[in-house]
């Protein structure tokens, strides 16, 4: 199998689109080589741990609304474009994402990680929920049969926390400038949501690879 790492923010739309776009593309191709990691990339490291009201996150992010409406509309279109119907008008707040980063983290010890990453964005994106609330958090941990209560009692003590401040400012210094960047054997770097049909020639390629060094 061929390591394909996922650098992430589970607020990131690029990145749920990014995901979408990758999915349907390992679904068609059930053959593929890939064994996936996700890693931890804050949008906003320093974002207030309670986040904050998303219009004026927003606001001041980007300069003011007009800009803000004109970057979100071009999202708007790529979501529409890859099928997906992004809910922002539901998205009062903008979270600190460290805590869903440290739970991403726990669910790939339990081999989870893709299915908490796929609740995150749906919980986030399509339903407006706030996840950086511990309740938002943990009850995402038990729909991908997770341990609830485990979870929330490492949520509410800084276990993970260090360490994914660490591997978030590893990849800045490694040049890592936003997300998605999807890492291919350690080796190429893909940034951005790439199309279905270049994830399925890369599958073909890597599994020509594969092929040629065994025989």
């Known amino acids: 199998m061929v390591k394909l790492d996922i650098l992430s923010d589970p607020i990131c739309p690029w990145c749920y689109i990014g995901k979408t776009l990758l999915d349907r593309a390992l679904a068609a191709h059930p053959d593929h080589p890939f ?112 341990d609830g209560p485990a979870i929330r009692h490492l949520l509410q003590g800084e276990t993970e926390a260090a360490d994914i401040s660490s591997r978030d400012a590893h990849a800045r210094e490694r040049g890592v400038t936003g997300v998605p960047t999807f890492i291919v054997a350690n080796q190429h770097a893909l940034p951005g949501a790439q199309p279905t049909a270049l994830w399925e020639q890369v599958i073909a390629e890597v599994n020509a690879q594969i092929k040629d060094q065994s025989e």
Do not use: C
């Open 35 to 146: 064994t996936i990691e996700w890693h931890p990339f804050q949008l906003n490291p320093d974002m207030p741990a309670a986040g904050m009201d998303r219009r004026t996150y927003l606001e001041s992010k980007f300069g003011g609304k007009e800009k803000a409406v004109e970057v979100y509309g071009r999202i708007a279109e790529a979501a529409e474009e890859a099928g997906l119907t992004i809910n922002f008008a539901a998205i009062e707040r903008t979270p600190n994402t460290l805590n869903a980063h440290r739970l991403i983290h726990w669910a790939g010890i339990e081999g989870k990680q893709t299915a908490v990453v796929s609740f995150l964005f749906e919980a986030y994106f399509e339903k407006g929920q706030d996840i950086g609330d511990t309740d938002v958090l943990v009850a995402i941990a038990e729909r991908a049969e997770m």
